[in-house]
């Protein structure tokens, strides 16, 4: 059982661009979760995710970051006109209900 | 919503000696205490877990407690070894498919 899968790995943007950073849950999970961690930091939430449901996304900047979790394929967190600010790394995880959360490697976005 | 303090940020340890770290969190629903572990560029580790239905729980040289009355929590790791070395962070949520808030992480180093 393959665990949860994020890519890319390393993610190179320039301000302005867009940054799409994808996550396949494990196997038989069907909830996601979006974590953001800053350098020497802790793990901010972000967003929680079922299939085609948002179900908490308190913690998501309300301009710029958008999530999804289509029927078919992985979770997708989309940043719009990325900034210097928003390099980071990029965790998901994924649950099978329980409450215990397994991470993946995440995606750590530089923004030249 | 919840809020989850945690200390010392940095804990320096000969190996073989005890380690141990606190955690405070507000909201009184939480009732599910997770310890994650994450070494340098790798994702966080779920090493153990404790729900409010029981005050402590062991495994190995890892135990945590729970005292939901002054609502805390601390993670203990005895014997401790060079490959402990990490940053460790504390979490609680109400369980299942609730978030999982996360403290601000303890930089563990064991000198051998």
């Known amino acids: 059982n393959a665990g949860v899968m994020q890519n890319p790995r390393h993610l190179v943007r320039r301000r302005g661009q867009e940054a799409r950073l994808r996550c396949s849950p494990m196997k038989g999970h069907s909830h996601v979760y979006w974590y953001r961690q800053l350098p020497e930091e802790g793990l901010k939430f972000m967003v929680y995710l079922q299939k085609e449901n948002i179900i908490d996304e308190s913690g998501m900047p309300k301009e710029r970051f958008s999530a999804e979790f289509p029927k078919e394929g992985p979770s997708i967190l989309r940043i719009q006109q990325v900034v210097r600010g928003d390099s980071a790394a990029y965790f998901c995880a994924s649950s099978p209900g329980t409450g215990e959360l397994f991470f993946g490697e995440g995606s750590r976005l530089t923004v030249l | 919503g919840e809020n989850v303090e945690q200390h010392p940020s940095t804990l320096s340890v000969q190996e073989g000696d005890s380690a141990v770290i606190k955690c405070t969190y507000s909201?009184?629903?939480?009732?599910?205490f997770p310890w994650y572990k994450q070494e340098l560029g790798k994702r966080p580790q779920l090493i153990i877990d404790?729900?409010?239905?029981?005050g402590e729980k062991k495994d190995q040289r890892i135990a945590v407690t729970l005292n939901k009355t002054a609502k805390h929590f601390s993670l203990h790791i005895t014997e401790t070894q060079p490959e402990d070395s990490a940053v460790y962070f504390c979490a609680a949520s109400k369980g299942n498919t609730d978030k999982l808030i996360f403290g601000t992480g303890t930089r563990l180093q064991v000198f051998p």
């Open positions: 909201d009184s629903a939480s009732n599910y």
């Open positions: 404790i729900r409010s239905n029981v």
